[in-house]
């Protein structure tokens, strides 16, 4: 069974930070479907400190969704340490600290994967943030800045080291970006070298998948992204239905939770990125994501999906 710190999970397979699908509506809905615990999408430290609107809306939290994590991002010790305060005013059940970004926005403030390069900078980043809270803090990371720079062992050392309750491994390099495949052979190798639980993450996209990661690597959880998008039913170990209906069914219940939770004037393009994943894998889905993109109001687009039922 999934512990971290006094949280315990009766599954161990979680859904990963994906900045622009992470809200609260997709989070509830695979927390429905049999996730342990869902992850936010990516918050800047900054954005919290300075309360701009934008980043105050991702704190958008329910009862039901519970547990959940915040992932917080940044690279000043103590602008992190006062962000992780607001945040934790927010009553999450834990805080992430995002160490394996690969976007440039992130990396060139020495945000995100970057921080890899400097595990002084990042020890102090944890460090002040664990002083600072009481919330359980866990940290993502990936294998290492490249392949010649493979760090992830005494990084997660490190992490433990400063009290941190878990760290999740994705098995890429920071030059790899989502490119290539991941190397469980590291996940094994950080979970060897620390007590405190390791999640393992890259490229899952059932749960048998992530049983196999788990008896390959030792892991204690998995973490999946973009095989979750369009595909909660992923968490509830069962296939992708393979009807229009069936799979408009679920559509619909994610667009009225946009409705419920989602300011009016963002849920449109929030929707449309959305609903586009869930026909990923139907015989003419390019046909169907032109007609969801051309949709030109939120009426239209529900009539659309009304259609396809
Ligand atoms: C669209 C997208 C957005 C992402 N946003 C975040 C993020 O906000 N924070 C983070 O730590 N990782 C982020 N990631 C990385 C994922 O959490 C995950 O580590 C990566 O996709 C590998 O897992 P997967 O193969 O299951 O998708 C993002 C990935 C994608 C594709």
């Known amino acids: 069974m999934l512990r971290i710190a006094q949280l315990q999970f009766s599954s161990p397979f979680v859904l990963a930070p994906l900045a622009g ?9 695979c927390r429905r ?7 936010s999408e990516m918050i800047s430290c900054h954005g919290l400190v300075y309360l701009h609107s ?11 969704e519970k547990p959940v994590s915040f992932q917080l991002f940044g690279a000043e010790p103590d602008i992190m340490a006062e962000a992780a305060v607001i945040l934790e005013s927010y009553q999450p059940d834990m805080i992430d600290i995002n160490m394996g970004c690969p976007v440039k926005k992130v990396t060139k403030r020495g945000a995100g994967a970057a921080l890899m390069t400097r595990p002084d900078l990042a020890e102090e980043i944890i460090s ?30 490190m992490i433990e080291g400063c009290g941190a309750a878990a760290v999740t491994v994705h098995a890429r390099t920071w030059a790899q970006g989502f490119s290539g495949t991941i190397t469980p052979d590291i996940i094994r190798r950080v979970k060897e070298a620390v007590t405190i639980p390791v999640i393992g993450n890259g490229d899952i996209l059932s749960l048998q998948d992530g049983r196999t990661l788990m008896s390959d690597t030792g892991c204690d959880g998995v973490m999946i992204g973009r095989g979750a998008l369009g595909n909660p039913w992923l968490f509830s170990d069962t296939e992708r ?24 004037e963002k849920v449109l393009g929030y929707v449309k990125n959305q609903m586009c994943r869930y026909y990923k ?19 239209a687009l529900k009539g659309l999906l009304t259609e396809m039922e």
């Open 21 to 29: 699908y992470t809200d609260l509506p997709f989070r509830l809905l």
């Open 33 to 39: 479907y049999g996730a342990a615990y869902c992850v």
């Open 54 to 64: 934008n980043t105050v809306r991702m704190l958008n939290s329910i009862p039901e």
């Open 128 to 157: 002040k943030i664990i002083k600072k809270v009481s919330l359980p803090v866990t940290v993502k990371i990936r294998s290492g800045k490249d392949q010649q720079n493979i760090n992830s062992v005494e990084f997660a050392k």
């Open 241 to 264: 239905p393979k009807s229009l209906a069936a799979i408009t069914e679920v559509a619909k219940q994610h667009l009225q939770l946009m409705e419920q939770f989602l300011p009016a």
């Open 281 to 299: 894998a139907l015989p003419g889905c390019s046909s169907l994501r032109r007609q969801i993109f051309d949709a030109p109001t939120l009426s």
